[in-house]
């Protein structure tokens, strides 16, 4: 009788177990982009408002087809790259509905009742500027999608990498402010 029963309860934890294996992906769902392409425009000026030539980044970003309408709409879009320190001077976005935030982590933000954030199979480009004189090459970063679902995947884009006169100026001006800060530190 035992034997029966220690099987029977076995039987019952595997059954129970393999409920919560199927469960658990569907609480785990989260949104998907499709794709995001790095566009790079760099075989004409593509600022003619601005002195020299300037090159643009666009980042083509999809969501993924037959997702939840509302729980999967894309609201904020975020490059994993401070842009500003990579040159870029101005950014735009298809619509010009989304704002921009740059900081560690450069952010294109759907802005609540001027447009629409980026539903199941819709897509938007995101663009970026950098004067060609500022641009040395390409680096690849992390992208990623926020929606009422979760974080989506991270995808791998393009973002310029400013010459090396641009860099020593930034580490420069990090320097000289770790320096100003010391000698207030000192003095009071």
Known sequence: MRNK???LGKVLA?????????????KAKATTLDYVNTIIHNTEDMDSERVGVQWRY???????VDQDWDEDAIWQYNIQADLESRGVYKTENTGADWNYVNGD?????????????LYSGLKKTFSAYIDAEDFLGNESVG????SNNGTTQVVDVQVPVPEPLTISLLASGGL???????????KN
């Not at 595997?14 to 569907?26: K, N, Q, R, Y």
């Not at 666009?58 to 993924?64: A, Q, S």
Request: hydrophobic share 45%; proline share 4%.
């Open 176 to 186: 000289a402010a770790l320096g100003i800060r010391r000698f207030r530190d000192r």
């Open 5 to 7: 029963s220690s099987r």
């Open 105 to 117: 982590t450069s952010i294109f933000e759907f802005e609540t009742g001027i447009g629409l954030p």
């Open 14 to 26: 595997t059954g129970a177990l393999a409920a919560v294996a199927l469960a658990a992906p569907l």
């Open 58 to 64: 666009d980042w083509e970003v999809k969501n993924l």
């Open 143 to 146: 992208s990623y999608g926020l």
